[in-house]
């Protein structure tokens, strides 16, 4: 059983279209996260949801709109894909607010986007 | 700001030998948590040790331990009879103690590249 599942995996899509990825966990989490890993391995915090809230906005264009639809899915939605989003994105969940006891980030296998 | 520095951009260790993976973090918060994450070629980021800041005993997972140094904001990872399957990135993260500073997400190093050799 894979906790946290983002479809699809890889996605190549041309400049300028829309695009959305999809996460799921099934480990009873009430906080998740989309993370960005640009070429170099950076990985930076987009967005953090908990119990369907966004808690943080991490000055990410408006291009990008994450969606909760419940606790255990959040969606990422990218508007007028540009070359600079070329990137894995990480789909992340946690049992409560980082910083809690033992509260450690479980995350999903990454997609790769490539804007051509 | 809190940021998580790693030194090493790439490492490399023989098979069997033990490696030490650098990191320090600079905040104000003294009470937080620090984790070493490995991410393989699969992609696939897992985490490998995590420790409290307010825990002076440091870390042990199997063959993973750490060296926190509290007051120097260290925080190495020691691989111990090291494996091919070790091969990996791995990453130091800090989140502190929750609520403090408004701080809601786990902010990670730059990684350092480990390859273990046969």
């Known amino acids: 059983d894979t906790a946290v599942s983002q479809t699809p995996k890889y996605l190549v899509t041309q400049m300028g279209n829309d695009k959305s990825i999809k996460c799921e966990q099934n480990?009873?989490?009430?906080?998740m996260y989309w993370y960005k890993q640009d070429s170099k391995k950076f990985l930076k915090i987009m967005f953090s949801?908990?119990?369907?809230?966004?808690?943080i906005n991490e000055t990410v264009p408006n291009r990008f709109s994450p969606k909760s639809p419940d606790k255990a899915h959040l969606n990422l939605h990218i508007n007028s894909l540009e070359l600079g989003d070329s990137a894995v994105y990480f789909c992340?969940?946690?049992?409560?607010?980082?910083?809690?006891?033992?509260?450690?980030?479980?995350f999903g296998q990454g997609t790769r986007l490539t804007v051509v | 700001a809190q940021t998580v520095t790693q030194s090493q951009p790439e490492m490399s260790v023989q098979e069997a030998e033990t490696v030490t993976l650098s990191c320090t973090y600079d905040?104000?918060?003294?009470?937080?948590?620090l984790f070493w994450y490995k991410q393989p070629p699969s992609r696939q980021m897992i985490l490998v040790i995590r420790?409290?800041?307010?825990?002076?005993q440091n870390a042990t997972e199997n063959r993973f331990s750490v060296n926190f140094q509290k007051a120097a904001k260290s925080f190495s990872l020691k691989i111990s009879d090291s494996q091919l399957g070790d091969t990996a990135m791995y990453f130091c993260?800090?989140?502190?103690?929750?609520?403090?500073?408004?701080?809601?997400?786990?902010?990670f190093g730059t990684g350092t590249r480990l390859k273990v050799l046969a």
């Open positions: 420790q409290e800041a307010y825990k002076q």
């Open positions: 949801y908990n119990n369907k809230e966004l808690i």
């Open positions: 993260a800090f989140t502190p103690l929750f609520g403090a500073s408004g701080t809601y997400k786990y902010i």
């Open positions: 480990l009873g989490h009430d906080t």
């Open positions: 905040t104000s918060e003294s009470n937080y948590y």
């Open positions: 992340a969940s946690s049992q409560g607010l980082p910083g809690r006891m033992n509260t450690e980030a479980f």
